[in-house]
């Protein structure tokens, strides 16, 4: 799953900021209250750490809480149909990934929910997932993880953070690139997944350095591969699976604002500007260099976009067997 990023960014942001940056303030009053950021996975995962950082610092540029409320769950659905129900005021906004924003409403049958219920804000940037093992679990690079799995099907158990998100994609994604076969495990979030993995309930999963930051640095868990097109500058001397021999693996996790839908340009417009504007902050910028996000920023449309491209290759993931409604 390739993304345009990178050489864009400079020119998406800087064009964004002086497009807008000389705007009026078309929505004055706003924020006049809190603001609710729903972020639709428990705590600790990375993205709640990514909220909780611009929730706090678009606290401090408008004097009014941005508070971030956690609601995990189905896959992210169950965050994501409050803000889609929610007052289209701007005063409830969804963290957007994935999982609740394209791949749950898309695999889950009866979603309550749909895909365009939303309005763009923002797309924050995005990380590659990364290969996690327990440390009793034999394979220790790419290749030996492959030849592992097709010699003893739907025997490893491999986690994810529920039924349509982003790890259940790269597990799928893994799957069709090796023809490997792996019993998948939904958990409600990628904390108690975490927790899991450490103690050998499961063998392996995808995430990011954001989520899986503190078992890495206490090295509880081995780093196999990394599923992307180059290495972490985070993780140099772990191998990427293309490097590998593996091809057509790639899988990331994006992050992003999303609003209900119906929202006033002018709010969406007045958050855009202003996240753009932090995003090229040091400390800010420096703090998600850390975690091993690529920055994006960028306008509405670029989010906009990019969604409809993510949910056309979720219909060929469905239409080619490797995911299933459920």
């Not at 749909?114 to 990364?130: E, H, M, N, R, W």
């Not at 409600?188 to 975490?194: D, E, F, H, M, Y």
């Not at 002018?266 to 902050?281: C, M, S, V, Y």
Request: aromatic letters at 6%; charged letters at 20%.
């Amino acid at each position: 799953m390739k993304h345009i990023i990178g050489a864009t960014l400079l020119a998406a942001l800087t064009g964004t900021l002086s497009a807008q940056g000389t705007k009026p303030d078309a929505a004055p009053g706003y924020p006049s209250k809190p603001v609710r950021w729903v972020v639709p996975f428990t705590p600790g995962a990375s993205n709640d750490i990514i909220g909780r950082l611009i929730a706090g610092k678009l606290t401090e540029t408008w004097g009014q809480q941005f508070v971030i409320d956690n609601r995990g769950g189905a896959g992210g659905l169950i965050g994501a149909e409050t803000v889609a129900r929610a007052q289209p005021d701007g005063y409830t906004l969804l963290l957007a990934n994935p999982g609740p924003s394209i791949n749950a409403p898309l695999l889950a049958k009866n979603a309550p929910y749909k895909v365009d219920d939303f309005s763009s804000v923002i797309y924050i940037g995005y990380a590659p997932l990364i290969l996690l093992t327990n440390l009793n679990f034999p394979p220790r690079t790419p290749k030996e993880l492959v030849d592992y799995l097709k010699a003893n099907p739907n025997k490893v158990n491999w986690g994810s953070s529920g039924i349509g998100s982003s790890l259940h994609i790269g597990l799928a994604v893994l799957q069709g690139a090796t023809g490997a076969q792996l019993t998948h495990v939904p958990y409600k979030g990628t904390a108690p997944l975490l927790t899991d993995l450490v103690g050998g309930q499961l063998q392996g999963t995808h995430t990011t350095t954001v989520s899986g930051e503190s078992v890495i640095k206490g090295k509880r868990v081995r780093v196999v591969g990394i599923a992307s097109a180059k290495r972490s500058p985070l993780l140099p001397d772990v191998p990427t699976l293309a490097e590998s021999g593996i091809k057509d693996a790639e899988a990331v996790v994006w992050f992003g604002m999303a609003a209900p839908k119906g929202t006033p340009r002018a709010i969406i417009d007045k958050l855009n500007r202003e996240i753009n504007r932090l995003l090229t902050q040091p400390d800010v910028r420096g703090r998600l260099d850390g975690l091993g996000l690529e920055v994006q920023g960028g306008t509405p449309e670029f989010l906009e976009n990019f969604i409809k491209t993510e949910v056309a290759k979720i219909h060929k993931l469905i239409k080619t067997g490797l995911l299933k409604p459920e």
